[in-house]
């Protein structure tokens, strides 16, 4: 047996494709990895709105309303990526994000506004047809690629 049938293991060329290879990849899926984390904290913001949402949705068809911050579901410091919770005299919800360590994120709200059954904000009592989650309208100021697509100013 030669001595050249013996060796074995990988060629210079070889271990150069694989790096190259691997060094690909991590370009396209690290940017998509951060994406898809910054989506996630948003998610939690979404789950924060479901206490207020309901509990207005419940005054506004018993004909309660209530005046800016005072509708029963405001909270501050309430989960690791919410700052605070607040709602307007018509019953929009605003949620401030905070501690997810990204400027992206961090200080920016996101709202939910009551709806009647013509698309406009809710102002006298009765039942609220649908919410509006995301607008600029109503002063959401995340950028809407961060948001669920079931909250983009729909």
Known sequence: MSKRAEQSGFTLIEVM???????????????NVRYYTMRAKIAEVMIAFAKCRTLIT????????KSANNWGCEETSTTQYVDSIQTTDNGTIVVWVGGTRDLRLDTHRVTMAPLNSTGAVMSDPGNIHSWRCGSTIDGTDLNGNYLPGSCRGL
């Not at 419940?58 to 309303?65: F, I, K, M, R």
Request: charged share 10%; proline share 4%.
């Open 17 to 31: 494709i694989v790096v190259a290879i691997i060094g690909i990849l991590s370009a396209i899926v690290l940017p």
């Open 58 to 65: 419940e005054l506004y068809a018993t004909g309660d309303t």
